[in-house]
């Protein structure tokens, strides 16, 4: 964004679908991202990754996981390992604290942990209670009650599937960017003139580029196309715990 509109911070409790979609959104606005993540996403157990929108043949879901976290990262969001065991107020931000006594603080939390809301007890939160799996009650941009705290992905009760999540995720990152003081209108990149060329100004959050860039920009997207599906990915699903368990007996 160039606008010179102070930007603020947003910490992401858990590095999945939800939460890596939720900081690409937040990061390329702008937004000093933390995304705080311990353990994997449950995506890794996958055997083949067939309903994600652009993958005719489907995908390796952990190339899929990968280039997530390459995205997010690449959009400026910082992606550090922990587990967060409570989410808190001090002065007016919010901080997560980590079991390794790290405290990562944002003007925003986003909640993406998929389960296991216990860190969020100190807020007094809505919770909808399915069998073993609790989730955070939100309105359909993923506001809790708690004015600056959203919730996204599987942990707000949405549907098990990881274009549905990530959908959900990057929605919520725009919620935040929405919700605050930054002007704002599309995450969009159009080709020169799209704008311009009618004699508008190009709108907040959106980027005209032109022909050399745009080759520049395609030539290294299939570079790097080329080298993350070059060789099959080295890691093999996780399997459900109880499966493995049995298996080392
Ligand atoms: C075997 C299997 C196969 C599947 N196959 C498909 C499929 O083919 N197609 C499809 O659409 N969906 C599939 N899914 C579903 C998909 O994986 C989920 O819907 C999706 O991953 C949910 O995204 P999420 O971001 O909500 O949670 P996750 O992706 O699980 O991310 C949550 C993250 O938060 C981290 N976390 C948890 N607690 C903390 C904490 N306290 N502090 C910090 N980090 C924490 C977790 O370790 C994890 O990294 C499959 C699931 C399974 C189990």
Redesign the pocket.
């Known amino acids: 964004m160039s606008d010179s509109t102070p930007r603020p911070s947003v910490v992401v409790?858990?590095?999945?679908?939800?939460?890596?979609n939720a900081a690409l959104y937040t990061a390329r606005a702008g937004f000093e991202t933390t995304v705080?993540?311990?353990?994997?996403?449950?995506?890794r157990?996958?055997?083949?990754?067939?309903?994600?929108p652009g993958f005719p043949a489907g995908v390796n879901?952990r190339t899929f996981l990968d280039l997530l976290e390459e995205q997010a990262t690449e959009a400026g969001a910082d992606l550090v390992t922990?587990?967060?065991?409570s989410l808190r107020r001090s002065e007016g931000r919010f901080v997560a604290d980590?079991a390794g006594d790290e405290a990562y603080a944002g003007d925003y939390a986003i909640a993406?942990?998929?389960?296991?809301p216990g860190?969020l007890d100190g807020f007094d939160l809505d919770r909808d209670q399915h069998g073993s799996k609790t989730y955070v009650r939100a309105d359909d941009r993923g506001r809790t009650d708690v004015a600056g705290l959203y919730v996204?992905?599987?942990?707000a009760a949405?549907?098990?599937?990881?274009?549905?999540?990530a959908g959900h995720?990057a929605k919520v990152g725009l919620s935040v960017v929405e919700d605050s003081d930054v002007p704002y209108y599309h995450d969009w990149v159009a080709p020169e003139g799209y704008f311009t060329g009618r004699g508008r100004d190009v709108p907040p959050g959106v980027e005209e580029i032109d022909e050399g860039e745009r080759a520049e920009r395609e030539r290294d997207a299939m570079a790097r196309m080329r080298e993350a599906f070059d060789e099959r990915h080295p890691e093999e699903?996780t399997m459900?715990p109880s499966v493995a368990d049995d298996a080392d007996e």
């Open positions: 409790v858990g590095g999945g679908v939800a939460g890596l705080v993540n311990a353990g994997e996403s449950i995506l157990r996958n055997g083949h990754l067939e309903n994600v879901s922990g587990e967060v065991v980590t993406a942990t998929k389960s296991n860190y996204a992905g599987r942990l949405e549907p098990h599937q990881a274009a549905i999540v995720g699903p459900h």
